[in-house]
């Protein structure tokens, strides 16, 4: 069964601080990506990397940043949490190259900044 | 670059009663298109899939999707629902060979008893 890691499924933070989230692949998958889900907006890119250190803005990049310093793990970091970024964060994986090109997702960490 | 839209945002229906749940898309180019179901507090699993060939699509859970390039649409179909259906499902497109996936804003389908 293929597997995406998010570290953490429920968070809680207060504004200022920096967050980090944490995301790991069973599998030797290029591409991965950060996803935030609100109530009626869907799924919007946050960023997204297509090898390692390599990485690229998505729709929403203001106040994140990412880090994938080896391919199995990409981080998402908020630098200074505000109350607009409580959402669902959803991590994914994906290999563009092939017939089995679906994204595969993670569990989904909420986090709520108070 | 390709866009979604789910056109109904909340859809109700009676237990097992059909469903169809709409998505169009817009593209420049061909696209590969995808259904994803998400279960309260989960991920998103795939449902189905369609890269090419027959434009029927037949996915898990009794789900099916039929593409329509004339109407550039890709809507999702069960004949019969049951309450276990009961979840948030989204379209979504991506150009061959792209990395990303562009999603729909979702679709809650809810199932009375």
């Known amino acids: 069964d293929v597997k995406v890691t998010q570290s953490s499924r429920y968070l809680v933070k207060r504004t200022g601080e920096k967050v980090f989230l944490e995301c790991v692949q069973d599998m030797d998958h290029e591409n991965m990506f950060w996803y935030r889900q609100d109530p009626g907006l869907g799924l919007r890119l946050i960023y997204f990397?297509?090898?390692?250190?390599?990485?690229e803005k998505g729709d929403i990049p203001e106040g994140y940043s990412v880090s994938r310093e080896k391919k199995e793990r990409f981080s998402l970091i908020l630098e200074s949490a505000s109350t607009n970024q409580t959402s669902m964060y959803l991590c994914a994986r994906r290999r563009t190259l092939s017939r089995t090109t679906e994204a595969f997702f993670g569990q989904g960490t909420r986090l709520t900044v108070v | 670059a390709q866009s979604v839209t789910q056109l109904d945002s909340q859809v109700p229906v009676f237990e097992e009663a059909p469903v169809e749940l709409r998505c169009n898309y817009s593209?420049?180019?061909?696209?590969?298109l995808f259904w994803y179901v998400q279960y309260p507090n989960q991920g998103l699993q795939l449902l189905l899939k369609y890269l090419s060939g027959s434009t029927l699509v037949k996915g898990i859970n009794g789900f099916e999707a039929e593409f329509n390039k004339s109407q550039t649409s890709f809507h999702l179909r069960k004949p019969s629902v049951h309450i276990s259906d009961t979840a948030e499902y989204f379209c979504a497109v991506s150009a061959p060979g792209a990395q990303k996936l562009v999603f729909g804003q979702g679709t809650r389908l809810t199932i009375n008893p």
């Open positions: 593209s420049s180019v061909s696209v590969y």
């Open positions: 990397s297509y090898d390692v250190k390599m990485k």
